[in-house]
């Protein structure tokens, strides 16, 4: 199959409204998507990223106003949420309704809806006729593709088109806040903190919270994720450089590294830069054949959580 490459997001929801599956940039990351009036199409993104059948999609819709297109209740701390954060870089697992089908949800009762910020995301799913099913545009396992150019090297002839955006503005992928049950549970950190979550429902729990009594919510975050070819090493566990291994490695982190021969350093001057340029540096690592990646970890606070929790499952390969 031959991908098609454009910049019209007029020809790419043409694309989707014919049942094919088409690649679009959001403020997070890129997506891969499916109508969800096209349940053949939903199957065929499973197939593109190799992705298991049990991990479901979340849902993006062009306007707030969209979401009972797809939920059947919301709660109080749902609407609070929407209110704030709507559109942008939150996903919020509701109720489903019946227009849903379980191949989107993987068999749950439940649906993520997320509305993203990015003017040609909202342009695309404007012009899209129903609710557009997307994970982030990789093969499964690999990192997010935060540039159209990561997509196409992932998933070039797999795909029907790639609607070309600018690089992504935040770089991780949304936060999930599971507003399905009583209380409001974070499931996923991303540029939507925790902080800012808890200024509008103070009452939201985090998923850490509940894991000893509670099988996990999330059924993605079971599997591997974001990882490069290269092992990815932490900077805060007393592992050092090795002076061995130096020249064929990588570093990336907030301050300069303490070794002088590394192949590759990116040093970010804050937070919202690592969270933006950390999947492209793992992919451009890999395009080098780079065998460690060193990475320092942030302070575990605002986005810098979101961070440290891509790095240590980066870096456990799992
Ligand atoms: O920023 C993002 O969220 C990007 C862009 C494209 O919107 N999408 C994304 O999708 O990261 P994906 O498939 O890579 O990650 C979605 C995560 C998975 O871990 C999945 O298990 C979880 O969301 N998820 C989806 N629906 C869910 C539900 N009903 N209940 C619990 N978790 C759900
Ligand atoms: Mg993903």
Same mark, same amino acid.
């Given at each position: +199959?031959?991908? =098609? ?42 197939? &593109? ?9 979340? @849902? ?7 979401? +009972? ?36 949800? &993987? ?5 993520? =809806? ?72 974070? #499931?996923?950190?991303?540029? @939507? ?38 092992? @990815?090493? #932490? ?14 490695? &990588?570093?990336?982190?907030?301050? #300069? ?42 302070? &575990? ?18």
């Amino acid at each position: +199959m031959q991908t =098609v490459i454009t910049d019209s997001p007029e020809e790419a929801a043409h694309y989707l409204n014919e049942g094919g599956i088409v690649a679009f940039p959001t403020e997070t990351v890129y997506g891969l998507g499916a109508a969800i009036c096209h349940p053949e199409a939903i199957e065929r993104i499973f197939t &593109a990223k190799g992705r298991p059948g049990d991990n479901p999609l979340i @849902v993006h819709i062009a306007d707030p106003g969209d979401l +009972m297109k797809v939920a059947s209740h919301i709660s109080s701390d749902a609407k609070k949420l929407v209110l704030h954060f709507f559109p942008g870089p939150l996903t919020l697992v509701l109720k489903k309704n019946s227009s849903v089908p379980d191949s989107v949800t &993987a068999g749950l009762d439940t649906v993520g =809806v997320r509305c993203p910020s990015n003017s040609d995301a909202n342009a695309f799913l404007k012009l899209c006729r129903c609710p557009v099913a997307a994970p982030s545009a990789n093969r499964s396992g690999r990192p997010s593709s935060t540039k159209w150019s990561a997509v196409l090297e992932d998933l070039e002839g797999k795909v029907d088109c790639i609607l070309r955006g600018k690089p992504s503005d935040i770089g991780l992928e949304s936060t999930i806040v599971d507003c399905s049950g009583e209380t409001p549970l974070l #499931l996923r950190t991303g540029a @939507v903190t925790i902080e800012k979550l808890q200024a509008v429902v103070p009452s939201i729990r985090t998923a850490d919270s509940l894991r000893q009594h509670e099988p996990p919510r999330c059924p993605g975050l079971k599997y591997p994720h974001y990882a490069p070819d290269a092992r @990815v090493v #932490l900077l805060d566990t007393g592992e050092r450089i090795d002076p061995v291994t130096e020249r064929n490695s &990588a570093y990336i982190g907030l301050s #300069l590294p303490a070794a002088e021969r590394l192949a590759l350093v990116k040093q970010c001057h804050n937070v919202d830069e690592y969270a933006r340029v950390l999947f492209d540096f793992f992919r451009l690592c890999d395009s080098r054949n780079i065998s460690i990646i060193y990475c320092q970890l942030p302070p &575990a606070e605002g986005l810098g959580r979101a961070i440290c929790d891509r790095l240590t499952r980066a870096a456990s390969g799992h």
